[in-house]
């Protein structure tokens, strides 16, 4: 089944414990990008990246990190989390920015 | 710079009442995609279709139907005879074309509520 998986799917830490969130795809889509959700303000592009070590700054991406390795992973990090970064992001994939992206089920983040 | 806007923030019908959720957006590309897609209160986001600049034909797809008007700057999305179920968030998206922003963009959600 074609699927983006994330995990974890809820997380709770506190202040300052980094924190990875993974997420992989067996799509081989070569597009993949991080997402936030907050309420009131839709859905904000953190990072996305082209292709294997190819990544790039979307519209939000102070406080985060990503890597693409491999082409199906593209975990997100929080090196330093802070409360301000307690919010529901997605993960999701295409072949190409112009194409659909499918969507991982989200990971729920509360930040103490 | 793109940008898409859903000026609804909240809507509220009663089954089988028909409702449109608008969506306008701007862009300098002459070739971009928009799409539609639904969150229903499980949280999971779910693609609903997809339409380049250059095929302005309305489609239709069971209950769900879609005005894309160039002229207007709009990709209004219709259901017909609404049930609970269509209860929901719908984001509108925007992703420009070669050469144009790699970051896709989205509206800020309808929220749909459809009420017995």
């Known amino acids: 089944e074609a699927q983006v998986t994330q995990n974890p799917r809820y997380l709770i830490t506190v202040t300052g414990k980094k924190l990875t969130v993974t997420c992989s795809q067996n799509?081989?889509?070569?597009?993949m990008s991080w997402y936030r959700q907050d309420p009131g303000l839709g859905l904000r592009q953190i990072y996305y990246s082209m292709n294997v070590e190819v990544t790039d700054k979307g519209d939000v991406p102070e406080g985060y990190k990503v890597s693409r390795k491999e082409k199906r992973n593209f975990p997100l990090i929080l090196e330093s989390p802070s409360p301000n970064q307690t919010s529901l992001y997605f993960c999701?994939?295409?072949?190409?920015?112009?194409?659909?992206?499918?969507f991982g089920p989200g990971t729920r983040l509360l930040v103490l | 710079a793109q940008k898409v806007t859903q000026a609804q923030t909240e809507i509220s019908v009663v089954e089988k009442e028909d409702v449109t959720l608008d969506c306008v957006y701007e862009?300098?590309?002459?070739?971009?995609?928009l799409f539609w897609y639904k969150q229903p209160p499980s949280g999971e986001l779910v693609f609903l279709i997809r339409r380049n600049s250059f095929d302005e034909q309305n489609e239709i797809s069971g209950r769900y139907s879609w005005n894309f008007q160039k002229s207007t700057s709009s990709f209004n999305f219709t259901i017909t005879a609404s049930q609970v179920v269509d209860s929901a968030v719908y984001f509108c998206?925007?992703?420009?074309?070669?050469?144009?922003?790699?970051?896709?963009?989205f509206g800020r959600g309808t929220s749909l509520i459809v009420h017995p």
């Open positions: 999701a994939s295409s072949l190409s920015k112009v194409e659909t992206q499918y």
């Open positions: 998206a925007l992703s420009e074309g070669a050469g144009g922003s790699y970051i896709p963009t």
């Open positions: 799509m081989n889509h070569e597009y």
């Open positions: 862009t300098r590309d002459t070739t971009y995609y």
